[in-house]
């Protein structure tokens, strides 16, 4: 096994950090290689979690049990299913508090590449230095700024309810390779699926004024029932964006649920809305580009589905 530590001091309470670390459901917005977590198990001391993650220019996913130990400020985690090159991986979060009422915090990992391959160890070391760096960096910003967080953050929907079968609705959104045909938004797309259900795309999107936008994202599938992305190229007035397409079946038809959550970047925003913008001015910007091109989305996606249904019953 080869052992690692990376280790970073921030401004902030043992337990304002330990508070960022235990919730993982808000890690793909904390943390910059995290794209999404599905949390499988829980109860006050122990959870089992699946992670979607950002590897080097590879998407990585594995599920890991976590042991929580808030008054001892540790976190111990060990993946259950690693995933190739990776034949296992353990380490801990180590948080111990500072005179000044600061705190140090210690990432310690411990893995072995599968069948000890020494070119799959160093590109297991390089990525897991190159990761705990950007993710004490980011743990630092966001303790630091913790009363702030909350004015800095916003999550937002925009649902339609579609005549139509969820299957159909699903399509649509899945096979976003065909959206430059589908969507008066989308100039061009590019998708790749090398592994099934996880999606690398980078789209230019055609902004209100005419402009050309360019994103990168991530996205999970989960058949017939949701899409959940990350965007790993952000724009200037943002952080952090992630997102996701519901589809749920309800009572007259189809649910389909655009969500966004958008962290703002303060120090951006005089540059992008002007001097006298304030955090709220960008708030209300990205909420209405973003909301816009997404009510679009399903729009388009409802007459699709409801056109197939119609057409069924012809």
């Given at each position: 096994m080869?052992?690692v530590q990376?280790?970073?001091t921030?401004?902030?309470?043992?337990?304002t950090?330990?508070?960022?670390?235990?919730?993982v459901?808000?890690?793909?917005?904390?943390?910059?290689p995290t794209?999404?977590?599905?949390?499988?198990?829980?109860d006050?001391?122990?959870?089992?979690?699946?992670?979607?993650?950002?590897?080097g220019?590879?998407?990585?996913a594995?599920?890991s049990?976590r042991?929580?130990?808030p008054?001892?400020?540790?976190i111990?985690?060990r993946?259950?299913?690693?995933?190739?090159?990776?034949a296992?991986?353990?380490?801990?979060?180590?948080l111990?508090g500072?005179?000044?009422?600061?705190t140090?915090v210690?990432l310690e990992?411990?893995?072995?590449?599968?069948?000890?391959?020494?070119?799959?160890?160093?590109?297991i070391?390089?990525?897991t230095?190159?990761?705990?760096?950007t993710e004490l960096?980011?743990l630092?910003?966001?303790?630091?700024?913790?009363?702030?967080?909350?004015?800095?953050?916003?999550?937002f929907?925009d649902t339609v309810?579609?005549?139509?079968?969820?299957?159909?609705?699903?399509?649509?959104?899945?096979?976003?390779?065909k959206w430059?045909?589908?969507?008066?938004?989308?100039?061009r797309?590019?998708?790749?699926?090398?592994e099934?259900?996880?999606?690398i795309?980078?789209m230019?999107?055609?902004?209100?004024?005419?402009?050309?936008?360019?994103t990168?994202?991530?996205?999970?599938?989960?058949?017939?029932?949701?899409?959940v992305?990350?965007q790993t190229?952000?724009?200037?007035?943002?952080?952090?964006h992630?997102?996701?397409?519901?589809?749920?079946?309800?009572r007259?038809?189809?649910?389909?649920?655009?969500?966004?959550?958008?962290?703002?970047?303060?120090?951006a925003?005089?540059?992008?809305?002007?001097?006298?913008?304030?955090?709220a001015?960008?708030r209300?910007?990205?909420?209405?580009?973003?909301s816009?091109n997404?009510?679009i989305t399903?729009?388009?996606?409802k007459?699709?589905?409801?056109?197939i249904?119609?057409?069924?019953?012809?």
């Amino acid at each position: 096994m080869s052992d690692v530590q990376h280790a970073i001091t921030m401004a902030a309470t043992p337990e304002t950090v330990y508070e960022l670390l235990a919730d993982v459901s808000a890690w793909p917005v904390n943390f910059h290689p995290t794209v999404h977590v599905e949390r499988l198990e829980q109860d006050e001391s122990h959870e089992r979690i699946r992670i979607w993650a950002v590897a080097g220019d590879q998407v990585k996913a594995w599920t890991s049990r976590r042991e929580l130990d808030p008054q001892g400020l540790r976190i111990a985690f060990r993946q259950e299913v690693s995933q190739p090159p990776i034949a296992a991986m353990s380490g801990a979060w180590v948080l111990r508090g500072l005179p000044d009422g600061g705190t140090e915090v210690v990432l310690e990992h411990s893995y072995r590449a599968v069948d000890d391959a020494p070119d799959d160890l160093a590109w297991i070391t390089e990525v897991t230095d190159r990761n705990s760096r950007t993710e004490l960096a980011n743990l630092k910003a966001l303790a630091e700024q913790a009363a702030d967080r909350s004015e800095l953050r916003l999550t937002f929907e925009d649902t339609v309810v579609v005549d139509g079968e969820a299957g159909d609705v699903y399509e649509f959104l899945y096979l976003a390779q065909k959206w430059p045909d589908r969507l008066p938004h989308v100039a061009r797309m590019d998708l790749r699926e090398d592994e099934p259900g996880v999606q690398i795309m980078e789209m230019d999107t055609i902004t209100a004024d005419g402009a050309m936008h360019t994103t990168k994202s991530v996205r999970v599938c989960f058949a017939d029932e949701r899409i959940v992305y990350k965007q790993t190229v952000v724009p200037p007035l943002m952080t952090a964006h992630t997102g996701e397409w519901r589809v749920t079946t309800v009572r007259g038809g189809v649910s389909v649920t655009s969500r966004h959550t958008v962290a703002i970047r303060p120090e951006a925003v005089p540059g992008v809305l002007g001097e006298a913008a304030t955090v709220a001015d960008a708030r209300e910007f990205a909420r209405t580009a973003l909301s816009g091109n997404s009510r679009i989305t399903l729009e388009h996606a409802k007459a699709y589905a409801e056109d197939i249904t119609a057409g069924s019953q012809v």
